[in-house]
């Protein structure tokens, strides 16, 4: 957050255009390859969840979570990865139905 807001709003001043959505400003993400208007919505939700931040978060969790337990990060990664798949898979189900 100490980042990404002082960046969203330097970004935002720069293009003049304070009416952009705040989730699409700073993209990092597999949406910045497709067009919104253009793209099943499914996929859409699945390219947004596919992103950076995503990856190095789980990966961090992934990290403290094996220093706990005295295991290695590789087989606790998956402590982290089910559970966000399922988080991930339940959003595009969500945008499929409506």
């Known amino acids: 957050g100490l ?3 002082p960046l969203m709003l330097l970004i935002m001043w720069l293009k003049e255009d304070w009416n952009l959505n705040p989730q699409e ?4 993400n597999l949406s910045l390859l497709l067009d919104k208007s253009e793209t099943a919505k499914p996929l859409w939700a699945l390219a947004t969840s596919l992103d950076l931040v995503s990856f190095w978060i789980m990966f961090l969790l992934a990290t403290g ?6 295991k290695s990060t590789g087989s606790t990664i998956w402590g982290v990865a ?7 898979a339940i959003k595009v189900g969500w ?4």
């Open 65 to 70: 979570f094996g220093v706990a337990v005295k």
């Open 82 to 88: 089910i559970p966000w798949a399922i988080m991930v």
């Open 3 to 5: 980042v990404t807001t």
């Open 95 to 98: 945008s499929a139905m409506f």
């Open 25 to 28: 400003v700073l993209q990092a």
